[in-house]
């Protein structure tokens, strides 16, 4: 039905960088919110930045100025660059969109598989 593809996930070293892509595919009308969370080992899964439909954006304190959400509507992608990695970023990062199948289906939330991200000190 709808399926998001996440890829860019790897091994850093603290002060370096990756970039995260999401791709959404399927059965798709149209995109509201796109985002990125993430979950570390033992804690809640929590929200790293969103943007909007129309490129507003939100960031978690722990990462604004280190890391930027961009997308692309046409392409229906979202990603994640990010900065001055530190250690505390590791975790397993998760794409989400909320998309709507069509006007008949409503909106649902959709999650990608997720993609784990290990920052070394």
């Known amino acids: 039905q709808v399926q998001l593809m996440e890829s860019g996930g790897g091994l850093v070293q603290a002060g370096g960088s990756l970039r995260l892509s999401c791709a959404a595919s399927?059965?798709?009308?149209?995109?509201?919110?796109m985002g990125w969370y993430r979950q570390a080992p033992g804690k809640p899964r929590e929200l790293v930045a969103g943007?909007?439909?129309?490129?507003?954006?939100r960031y978690a304190d722990s990462v604004k100025g280190r890391f930027t959400i961009s997308r692309d509507n046409a392409k229906n992608t979202v990603s994640l660059q990010m900065n001055s990695l530190k250690p505390e970023d590791t975790a397993v990062y998760y794409c989400?969109?909320?998309?709507?199948?069509?006007?008949?289906?409503?909106?649902?939330?959709?999650w990608g598989q997720g993609t784990q991200v290990t920052v070394s000190s």
């Open positions: 989400n969109a909320v998309i709507s199948r069509g006007i008949l289906y409503g909106s649902s939330d959709y």
């Open positions: 943007i909007s439909s129309g490129g507003r954006t």
């Open positions: 399927g059965s798709i009308f149209s995109i509201n919110d």
